[in-house]
């Protein structure tokens, strides 16, 4: 049983979208973006002003969590402990792929979870420009919210390696693999990408229009949302360099999502295993 209804905070993502991301998307002035930590990590007034506002209203819906959401963190690094307390908290990536959203791509969304006991319990991924939210509470499965109405979610089938396709993130991978990962990825799977936004490449999984995704760098806003959203449409994920359970705190390890646990092994003997040092 979800400690939210659902349907609330899927209408409070929508609504902080209408209100102050999508009148930016493709309006923002120089002013309005900045570089946090170097030039390929931006934020924009959009990501700032949704974050206040989700940060307030997302207390309101359950009082006495707290949140950690990307730019407070940016602005206060402590409030990653708050992950490890006894609050629930809501984890917020008020804009994920701003970089895309700053060139007016259409590929970024809004994604927040919510953990109790460093578990994640409750996810929201939205598609500001489609409209779409997929969601999922531990246990009761996955489902889509669209224009079109409401359906049931589930990962693609298994397949050969040969015919995978997904994502392979390779930017934060050390020196040493990161070239033979690459090459590795090319020649055994099906089609490999990275799409800019951790948010839309977890929804082209769990409706079935990829197979898999690899992460070495897991922040937890980019992936507690998309982790069980994916787990409860029927997929398998876990920490790529040992196999063990996903939990929000733990930031090292990396992540890899497949649809079922055989063809995670064989992305992890193959591919992965490389980009891992295995």
């Not at 319990?121 to 999922?136: C, D, H, K, N, Q």
């Not at 090292?252 to 646990?261: E, H, I, R, V």
């Amino acid at each position: 049983m979800a400690l939210v209804d659902m349907d609330i905070v899927a209408a409070l993502l929508t609504e902080v979208a209408e209100a102050e991301i999508l009148p930016r998307w493709r309006n923002l002035a120089d002013a309005d973006i900045r570089a946090k930590t170097g030039p390929n990590d931006l934020v924009t007034v959009a990501d700032e002003e949704s974050e206040k506002v989700l940060t307030r209203r997302l207390m309101e819906i359950l009082p006495g969590s707290v949140v950690v959401g990307e730019e407070g963190v940016a602005a206060n690094p402590v409030l990653m402990d708050l992950l490890g307390g006894s609050d629930p908290v809501w984890i917020v990536d008020p804009v994920d792929g701003t970089n895309n959203f700053a060139k007016g791509d259409e590929k970024f969304a809004v994604m927040v979870a919510l953990a109790v006991a460093d578990e994640t319990v409750a996810s929201w991924i939205l598609e500001p420009v489609t409209g779409r939210t997929v969601m999922a509470a531990r246990g009761e499965g996955a489902e889509m919210l669209s224009p079109e109405g409401r359906s049931r979610l589930r990962v693609a089938p298994s397949a050969p390696l040969g015919e995978m396709a997904g994502s392979f993130a390779l930017r934060f991978l050390p020196d040493a693999v990161r070239q033979p990962a690459r090459e590795a990825a090319t020649e055994t799977l099906g089609h490999h990408y990275r799409l800019g936004c951790a948010g839309v490449e977890y929804i082209r999984l769990v409706t079935g229009a990829a197979h898999f995704a690899f992460y070495w760098k897991t922040m937890p806003w980019d992936h507690a949302p998309g982790i069980l959203i994916h787990a409860e449409a029927g997929g398998h994920n876990a920490r790529a360099a040992d196999g063990r359970p996903y939990r929000p705190s733990e930031l090292t390890g990396g992540l890899l999502s497949a649809p079922d646990a055989a063809s995670w092994q064989a992305l992890r003997a193959g591919p992965v295993g490389i980009a891992v040092g295995a």
